[in-house]
């Protein structure tokens, strides 16, 4: 069997960790829903398929998971090594993935 992948959260120029910060300002419920999701990435890395997770273009991929106070997305990318980073986690309100979150996480692929 294969090993696991590292999941690691972006960080930003000053140090922060914007993936992180969202994550933990989530309820429990949420919180646990979402730390599952990650597990199964963690775990089946380029193989999480749909519904769990789908591509998004250029390098990108979403996790996504329903909860009452979603829907959650975290966008990631994967890096050699069998690593993942966790780029951008937002609440999807609308039908399509808001440009400007997108562009976010592409401008923290650019900077890895």
Not at 1 to 14: F, I, K, S
Not at 15 to 25: N, S, Y
Request: positive net charge.
């Amino acid at each position: 069997m294969e090993p696991g992948w590292q999941v690691d959260d972006v960080r930003t120029a000053t140090g922060g960790r914007p993936v992180k910060e969202f994550l933990d300002g989530l309820s429990k419920s949420a919180k646990a829903k979402v730390s599952a999701v990650l597990t199964m990435l963690a775990q089946d890395g380029n193989r999480l398929a749909f519904p769990k997770s789908r591509a998004l273009g250029g390098g990108l991929h979403e996790i996504r998971v329903a909860h009452p106070e979603g829907p959650f997305r975290v966008i990631y990318c994967f890096r050699p090594g069998r690593r993942v980073v966790l780029l951008h986690a937002f609440v999807k309100r609308t039908q399509q993935t808001p440009p400007n979150e997108l562009e976010l996480a592409r401008a923290r692929l650019r900077r890895l």
